[in-house]
């Protein structure tokens, strides 16, 4: 398990995050960007954030350290709005925290703002490996703190879990939508990015992850009734993923060079 902090004070709402992110104080002093298990987008949206996180983490890239946060029923009795009282509510128990880092701005093209050619090619395999959506100019998901780029927002990744039934199909995605990845333009050293991303992740590494996932967050669907049995089949499905990784890498470098 990660660690885990009590919420001491809930400090204030993200407005721009579509879930009503906030960043909250821990028990241990420090300042997170929680997302909450209560809002609207369900606890699929905390797996994704987790499992996707730590895979980036292992991939290289810098994702800001994940941590569980306890959220008691005294937290939001206090706040005097009541979307924010009700949200804390629906989310007492384990929510999902991120370390918050102070000061840092996104990543932005249009100010010039350049990335790394191994930085952007591991994150355009990573996000095509995750299916990820949300990597694109208008919401890059990429934040600067001191110069270095750390990678946000993994909510939306790992699309097939709203649709258990197509695993076997998801797993083999080319995953299209590459196309509008933010740092596809700098993206010059995918093959490279492939080869390290296939000697870096592997079964044992998602089987450690999942472990990670509070049984709470893993509600049973057709075929995965128990907590163990969901954990299992993210485990197959990302290693099919990582097996058919050809078709998507085949796929990056195809958009890059149409956007070249
Ligand atoms: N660890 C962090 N440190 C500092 N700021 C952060 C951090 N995580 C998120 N933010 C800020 O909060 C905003 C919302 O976070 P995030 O994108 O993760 O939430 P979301 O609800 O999925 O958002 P959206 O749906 O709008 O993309 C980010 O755009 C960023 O400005
Ligand atoms: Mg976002």
């Known amino acids: 398990m990660p660690r885990t902090v009590s919420a001491t004070r809930y400090v204030t709402p993200l407005r721009e995050g579509g879930s009503l992110p906030a960043i909250v104080e821990g028990d241990d002093l420090g300042l997170y960007v929680v997302k909450f298990r209560g809002a609207g987008q369900g606890p699929l949206a905390l797996v994704a954030e987790l499992i996707s996180g730590e895979i980036g983490r292992a991939l290289g890239l810098k994702v800001p350290e994940i941590v569980l946060m306890e959220v008691d029923a005294a937290l939001g009795v206090n706040e005097p709005d009541p979307e924010i009282r009700d949200l804390l509510k629906a989310s007492v128990g384990l929510n999902l925290a991120l370390d918050y880092l102070p000061g840092s701005l996104m990543f932005d093209p249009a100010a010039r703002d350049v990335a790394a050619p191994e930085i952007a090619s591991m994150a355009v395999w990573f996000d095509a490996f995750v299916t990820n959506v949300d990597r694109t100019a208008r919401n890059p998901n990429l934040l600067w703190w001191h110069k270095t780029l750390y990678f946000i927002d993994h909510g939306a990744t790992l ?57 709470a967050w893993l509600l049973p669907e057709p075929g995965a009734l128990v907590p163990d049995d969901k954990r299992r089949a993210y485990v197959t499905y990302l290693s099919s993923r990582l097996s058919a990784a050809s078709s998507f890498v085949e796929e990056a470098l195809r958009a890059r060079a149409s956007l070249i």
């Open 159 to 215: 699309y097939f879990h709203h649709n258990w039934q197509n695993l076997e199909q998801s797993a083999l995605s080319r995953f299209p939508a590459i196309r509008d990845h933010v740092l596809l333009h700098w993206a010059d050293l995918i093959e490279k990015a492939d080869e390290l991303s296939r000697a870096r992740l592997c079964e044992k590494l998602f089987t450690d992850v999942m472990a990670q996932l509070p049984d």
